[in-house]
């Protein structure tokens, strides 16, 4: 029997954020209980609007959305609409919905889910962590109550040409808030970290693009859509193959075999500076599980199990 894992996705859709989304709500082996926005790729107006649309767009309306941080915790915000375009979902547009975001701040609704579902709770968050770590300061041990924190952020791998794809040193989303990201790893939590070291292991082709598009339902042909957008966006920026960041974190979810993860301990530089929000490995005791390797072909066959 499969054990359906409550779930909380904390995003800034986002094309790749939208495709893992989207590989949440057509896994029944995961029960999403909410969705959290967090400012990022764009704007929190825009990716709340954003998680609303796909949420109805999947016929997945009953799930709550709760918006959260318009801002980081210290920095200014930075967004990348060279990217995600200006709304967030590259060139795509959802049709519009009425569903409206819920009341409550997700930085409240996270704390009130870990204490109902403590222990069994996983937060997939694959934005700024600026919502978890409001979280743990408005309820300190509210992140170590879950059963684990599986995050995108950050870079591990010094071989790499380029360390980081915002900065030559940072990842984006460690980036637009260093300090959210050390408030989680020190607050005790299981945190798995799936850094551009892994990400960038789970290519996006063109030739991947139309297989995924091939499959003919609805949501593949939105996540071919958005990710065709992507590519044409970074071959701009003298890139020839792009990743499959976010997804990777709902996979591991969904099939953690395809995953290697190793301890270790992480730290982040929360110093202005060119190496602002650049992480690194340190002594001392673990502080994170680290993906270090994944299996491309099944994170894609995965991918196309769920959504055809």
Not at 11 to 18: N, R, S
Not at 61 to 86: C, K, N, S, T
Not at 248 to 267: I, K, W
Request: net charge negative; proline share 6%; glycine share 8%.
């Amino acid at each position: 029997m499969t054990l359906v894992q409550p779930l909380v996705h904390d995003c800034d859709p986002g094309i790749d954020d939208a495709v893992a989304l989207l590989l949440a709500l057509h896994s029944p082996d995961l029960s999403l209980r909410a969705v959290t926005t967090t400012h990022g790729n764009v704007a929190l107006t825009d990716t709340t609007r954003n998680g609303l649309e796909l949420l109805a767009f999947a016929g997945r309306a009953d799930v709550p959305l709760y918006a959260g941080a318009a801002a980081p915790l210290v920095r200014a915000p930075v967004y990348a609409p060279e990217i995600h375009g200006r709304g967030g979902l590259g060139s795509v547009t959802l049709p519009e919905t009425a569903k409206q975001p819920e009341a409550l701040h997700a930085a409240l609704a996270l704390s009130q889910l870990s204490r109902e579902f403590s222990g069994e709770l996983t937060v997939c968050a694959t934005g700024p962590v600026s919502n978890l770590a409001l979280a743990e300061r408005l309820d300190p041990g509210c992140l170590a109550r879950l059963k684990e924190v599986v995050i995108m952020g950050g870079s591990l791998d010094v071989s790499a040409p380029k360390l980081g794809n915002v900065t030559p040193y940072a990842e984006f989303n460690t980036y637009a808030d260093p300090h959210a990201l050390r408030v989680v790893l020190e607050s005790g939590a299981r945190v798995v970290l799936f850094g551009l070291n892994l990400t960038r292991q789970v290519r996006v082709t063109r030739e991947r693009v139309a297989a995924l598009h091939a499959l003919g339902t609805p949501s593949a042909v939105l996540c071919a859509d958005m990710l065709a957008d992507y590519l044409n966006r970074i071959e701009v920026r003298d890139q020839r193959v792009g990743a499959l960041h976010d997804p990777c974190t709902v996979a591991y979810l969904l099939r953690p075999e395809l995953f290697a993860l190793e301890a270790a301990r992480v730290h982040v530089n929360t110093d202005e500076g060119e190496r602002a929000g650049m992480t690194t490995l340190e002594d001392g005791a673990p502080n994170v599980q680290l993906a270090t390797h994944a299996d491309e072909d099944g994170v894609y066959a995965l991918l196309h199990e769920r959504l055809r």
